[in-house]
């Protein structure tokens, strides 16, 4: 192990915590001490320039730092030190991977494979480097593409999930109440781990709250969770203080109508309100009384994204369309079709929307018509955010890219890079030309 490597124990667990090289390796080893992580990072990143910009893209210097590797404790290092991962092959294998290997083809590898492989590991790290920095342009994008798909998950780890429940939970311990709901919408295992009864009792501790003794057993919706008296007696006792310190106490309407279904989208309009969810319905709403006026039927699959205005609604569903209605009546105007995977976004301006897949593509629909007037084609992997101003189209995607477009002449104007996970949303604002 090098120097620049640090080692911490953890006693009460057996296991070692290996920190991996920060920005601070010295002039001239940096390819050495980057260490394998950044490494890999550093290689995935050229593999996504070269997407965007084809065999233009320059190479990594190896005399500057191609990306800021910053320091950080690998959860993959909670193992005994002897089985820190040093390869791409090594880590896919700790991450129980090690059967899952691809294979394209079944055509037997090509002679002196492993006469290079063996030369390969010979050479220093910077050696190593160029070389992969010269394969990856020699490479068709779909090779990269292939590339990218093997290494992105290694970049998705949840680091929760790897740890032993009682070791998540003492992580959690940290958060705050506020934060530790956030944290139960992260996923499901972050949601059982987020109702933890005993976390609750120290958050009530904390706050000097006593035992719940009258609080009366929910009815177990879904098998699975298990709720939490001292969650339960939290939240009260916050609402109590809330209502003390605002002087107001007003019931909520609670509108009811999707049963136990997942609200998968809201859009709220002057006194209307229209709700979307898996159970393939949209229901509209009276923000005024809190009934049902109707429910729009005709999705066979759930609805995933929603847009109001005036009038009219329109739904992207897990069916691979859209549909407009008139909200007065519940009338399917048009169905649209043309996405081969879910609509998973939308957004609406005057006579048009703009929709975006998983099928990574975006279209431009004329609502009064029902026509696709454009295709908009650059991701590489699922939209799941679009804003629409008239005049240009801004999208987010899985492919870790923004991108700017004109949807007339259907060409990307910018693509902006920096994000190293998935982008989930965006907002273009109306005063300043400022993305976030």
Same mark, same amino acid.
């Given at each position: 192990?090098?120097?620049?490597?640090?080692?911490?124990?953890?006693?009460?667990?057996?296991?070692?915590?290996?920190?991996?090289?920060?920005?601070?390796?010295?002039?001239?080893?940096?390819?050495?001490?980057?260490?394998?992580?950044?490494?890999?990072?550093?290689?995935?990143?050229?593999?996504?320039?070269?997407?965007?910009?084809?065999?233009?893209?320059?190479s990594?210097?190896?005399?500057?730092?191609?990306?800021?590797?910053s320091e950080y404790t690998s959860t993959t290092g909670l193992v005994p030190c002897s089985a820190t991962p040093t390869t791409f092959g090594d880590l896919r294998a700790a991450n129980g991977q090690g059967q899952q290997r691809r294979r394209i083809t079944s055509?037997?590898?090509?002679?002196?494979?492993?006469?290079?492989?063996?030369?390969?590991?010979?050479?220093?790290?910077?050696?190593?480097?160029?070389?992969?920095?010269?394969?990856?342009?020699?490479?068709?994008?779909?090779?990269?593409?292939?590339?990218?798909?093997?290494?992105?998950?290694q970049f998705q780890r949840d680091f929760i999930s790897l740890l032993p429940k009682e070791l998540a939970l003492y992580v959690l311990s940290f958060l705050e109440p506020r934060d530790l709901l956030q944290a139960a919408q992260t996923c499901r295992y972050w949601r059982i781990l987020a109702e933890d009864n005993l976390l609750w009792r120290e958050k009530c501790k904390e706050e000097g709250i006593d035992e719940p003794l009258h609080i009366k057993r929910r009815k177990v919706i879904k098998p699975g969770f298990i709720h939490s008296p001292w969650k339960?007696?939290?939240?009260?006792?916050? %609402?109590?203080?809330?209502? #003390?310190?605002?002087?107001?106490?007003?019931s909520?309407?609670? *509108?009811? /109508? @999707?049963d136990d279904h997942v609200i998968t989208c809201l859009q709220f309009c002057g006194n209307r309100i229209v709700s979307g969810s898996d159970d393939n319905t949209l229901k509209v709403w009276s923000a005024v009384t809190g009934k049902c006026l109707r429910t729009l039927v005709g999705h066979t699959g759930g609805v995933w994204s929603?847009?109001?205005?005036?009038?009219?609604?329109?739904?992207?569903?897990?069916? %691979?369309?859209?549909?407009? #209605?008139?909200?007065?009546?519940?009338?399917?105007?048009?169905? *649209?079709? /043309? @996405?081969?995977?879910?609509?998973?976004?939308?957004?609406?301006?005057?006579?048009?929307?703009?929709?975006?897949?998983?099928?990574?593509?975006?279209?431009?629909?004329?609502?009064?018509?029902?026509q696709c007037l454009h295709v908009l084609m650059g991701h590489v992997a699922a939209v799941r955010c679009v804003q629409y101003d008239g005049r240009r189209v801004v999208s987010g995607a899985y492919d870790f890219m923004v991108k700017v477009w004109d949807p007339e002449t259907e060409t990307c104007l910018h693509t902006l890079q920096g994000h190293t996970n998935r982008v989930y949303s965006l907002q273009v604002s109306d005063f300043h030309p400022l993305l976030i």
């Open positions: 192990m090098s120097g620049r490597e640090a080692v911490s124990y953890l006693p009460e667990k057996g296991l070692y915590c290996q920190r991996l090289p920060g920005r601070r390796a010295r002039k001239g080893k940096r390819a050495d001490t980057m260490g394998f992580y950044g490494t890999l990072k550093m290689i995935f990143y050229k593999m996504k320039r070269k997407l965007d910009h084809g065999s233009e893209v320059r990594f210097s190896l005399g500057k730092k191609p990306c800021k590797v055509v037997q590898p090509p002679t002196g494979l492993q006469e290079w492989l063996k030369m390969f590991q010979s050479w220093s790290g910077p050696e190593k480097l160029l070389a992969l920095d010269e394969l990856i342009d020699s490479c068709e994008p779909t090779q990269v593409k292939h590339m990218m798909q093997v290494i992105e998950p339960s007696a939290y939240i009260r006792q916050h %609402r109590i203080d809330t209502n #003390w310190r605002r002087g107001e106490l007003k909520p309407k609670v *509108l009811k /109508g @999707h929603s847009q109001m205005r005036d009038n009219i609604i329109i739904s992207g569903s897990t069916d %691979r369309t859209l549909k407009v #209605w008139n909200a007065e009546t519940g009338e399917c105007i048009h169905t *649209l079709y /043309g @996405h081969t995977s879910t609509v998973r976004c939308m957004h609406l301006h005057e006579k048009r929307v703009v929709s975006g897949s998983r099928d990574a593509t975006l279209r431009v629909w004329d609502i009064e018509t029902g």
